[in-house]
């Protein structure tokens, strides 16, 4: 069965300092994987999605970015993190686009 | 105006009632997504649909495409359903980008 991870589960960051998440998946191949984020007392918004190795969509301007160096890994990266990136993280991968996404625990950043 | 509006936005209930979750939508979709979350922030995937009903358990969804609707029913409610209920669309111009509502927060009472 496939399976999704995220580390860390939580992170404390200062304004300013970098930033890296990671996601990865088991149990599938090829999947595509996104990016999401969630800010407090607000939805869900997309940051970023990938079909494949290399691709990278973004759908947000912002001071994030993300990479898949491996079919099942995803990162997302941040040179100086400000403080509107508070918010919850969440990974997602699907078997392809338009399916079913399955979510992993989520990362719980805060910036201060 | 959101484009996925959802309704209520806070649901209280006692333990056995039945209860509906609305989501409306503006733009063009090609399947709608019913997420759930719970206090920890975990989301699970309830369903997916693109036309008609689908049921799982004690949980129906329900779409109008033609009124750009959906409800979402608990039946028989348990403490254990408590939690945010997310509708979310996929566009059909873009099938990798999810629409999200801003959630219902369901609290069962025993």
């Known amino acids: 069965s496939q399976t999704i991870h995220q580390w860390p589960a939580t992170l404390v960051q200062p304004v300013g300092s970098p930033l890296s998440l990671e996601c990865t998946v088991e149990?599938?191949?090829?999947?595509?994987l996104y990016w999401y984020r969630q800010a407090a007392g607000r939805g869900l918004q997309l940051l970023f999605y990938s079909v494949g190795i290399g691709q990278i969509s973004s759908e947000v301007p912002q001071n994030l970015s993300a990479s898949r160096p491996q079919d099942r890994q995803f990162i997302l990266s941040s040179k100086k993190l400000l403080l509107s990136d508070s918010g919850f993280y969440l990974c997602?991968?699907?078997?392809?686009?338009?399916?079913?996404?399955?979510f992993g625990p989520g990362t719980r950043l805060t910036v201060l | 105006k959101n484009e996925v509006e959802q309704s209520p936005q806070n649901l209280t209930a006692q333990e056995g009632e039945f209860i509906t979750i609305n989501c409306s939508y503006s733009v063009g979709i090609s399947a709608l997504h019913w997420l759930q979350q719970h206090p920890g922030g975990g989301i699970v995937s309830l369903f997916m649909l693109s036309s008609g009903k689908k049921k799982h358990g004690r949980l129906i969804a329900t779409i109008n495409i033609q009124e750009k609707h959906s409800s979402l029913h608990i039946t028989a409610s348990h403490p254990r359903d408590s939690a945010v209920y997310i509708c979310?669309?996929?566009?059909?111009?873009?099938?990798?980008?999810?629409?999200f509502g801003t959630g219902t927060r369901l609290q069962v009472f025993p």
């Open positions: 997602a991968w699907s078997s392809g686009s338009g399916n079913e996404q399955f």
């Open positions: 979310a669309v996929t566009l059909t111009y873009n099938t990798d980008k999810l629409i």
């Open positions: 149990g599938t191949s090829n999947p595509n």
